[in-house]
């Protein structure tokens, strides 16, 4: 668990009470200065959230994980932009799968990297299934400019702020 990550231990520290908790909000906000790891907390707070193992501390042994490491989980999703935008298009297909049941885990995690580049009409798209989510769905947008997000979008989803590293 976050072994490998150094700093925002407070996150990390918050994110492991979450799993132990089993309360899991349906949608996060990771906001912070690019470079300081909140893509790699993002994917290893996904990790665990599907773990099936005994202990839910990535394992590394339950099918789930395998299959994570092996870059092949068929619950975890990851969108990321075309290096310029996330267009409406990649949320609707999102938005297609998302009514699927979970194939190995009791979840699924949708991981947007660099959610600020959304274009509006992609953030409208998407504030449908942050208002009205399928019980076993956990979002998770990554992005470094808040103010880019819509207050409707940002009010739906637990705040997490990171800090820069020291």
Do not use: W
């Not at 700093?7 to 520290?13: K, V």
């Not at 839910?56 to 490491?69: G, H, I, T």
């Amino acid at each position: 668990m976050f072994d490998k990550i150094i700093g925002n231990e407070e996150i990390q520290e918050l994110l492991k009470q979450t799993i132990k908790s089993k309360r899991a909000s349906h949608s996060y906000l990771f906001i912070g200065t690019e470079g300081i790891g909140k893509k790699l907390i993002a994917k290893e707070f996904a990790k665990m959230l599907l773990c099936i193992g005994n202990d839910k501390k990535n394992c590394a042994r339950c099918k789930s994980c395998l299959e994570f490491v092996n870059s092949n989980n068929p619950d975890y999703v990851q969108i990321d932009s075309d290096g310029k935008i996330i267009k409406i298009e990649q949320i609707r297909q999102m938005q297609e799968k998302i009514l699927e049941k979970p194939i190995v885990s009791s979840k699924k995690v949708y991981v947007i990297n660099d959610a600020d580049l959304m274009t509006k009409e992609a953030q409208n798209c998407l504030l449908k299934t942050l208002e009205e989510p399928p019980e076993f769905v956990i979002i998770i947008l990554v992005l470094a400019n808040e103010s880019k997000i819509l207050n409707t979008v940002k009010s739906r989803c637990m705040r997490i702020f990171f800090s820069k590293l020291k």
